[in-house]
């Protein structure tokens, strides 16, 4: 079995900063790509941002994403703004020992911007 974890999330005022950080682990042979998704009050899920297998950080707005080493993933949030609360998901595409390839989800953390 996979577990992903993301610790972090909390409240914050706007303007503030917040770092997320996600685990994968388990049946983990190898993992490809993480993201981080957020999914706002009464909207769908979207994607936030993404880090390919190999990569290392990328950048997105005021967010940047980082591959700290093979199973582990953050993002650092910057200016948060009230439209950035949400529940936040870590997402990692991970191959098993039965050679199955599959995306796995965290259950989520949340991120209240507010005054």
């Known amino acids: 079995q996979v577990q992903v974890v993301e610790f972090g999330g909390g409240s914050v005022q706007p303007g503030g900063s917040m770092r997320l950080s996600c685990v994968a682990s388990?049946?983990?042979?190898?993992?490809?790509?993480m993201s981080w998704h957020r999914q706002a009050p009464g909207k769908e899920r979207e994607l936030v941002a993404e880090?390919?297998s190999g990569g290392r950080t990328n950048y997105a707005d005021r967010f940047t994403i980082s591959r700290d080493n093979a199973n582990t993933v953050s993002l650092q949030m910057n200016d948060l703004k009230p439209e950035d609360t949400g529940v936040y998901y870590c997402?990692?595409?991970?191959?098993?020992?039965?050679?199955?390839?599959?995306?796995?989800w965290g259950a989520g953390t949340q991120v209240t911007v507010s005054s």
């Open positions: 997402s990692a595409d991970v191959q098993t020992t039965d050679f199955r390839r599959w995306d796995y």
């Open positions: 388990g049946d983990t042979v190898r993992i490809y790509g």
């Open positions: 880090v390919p």
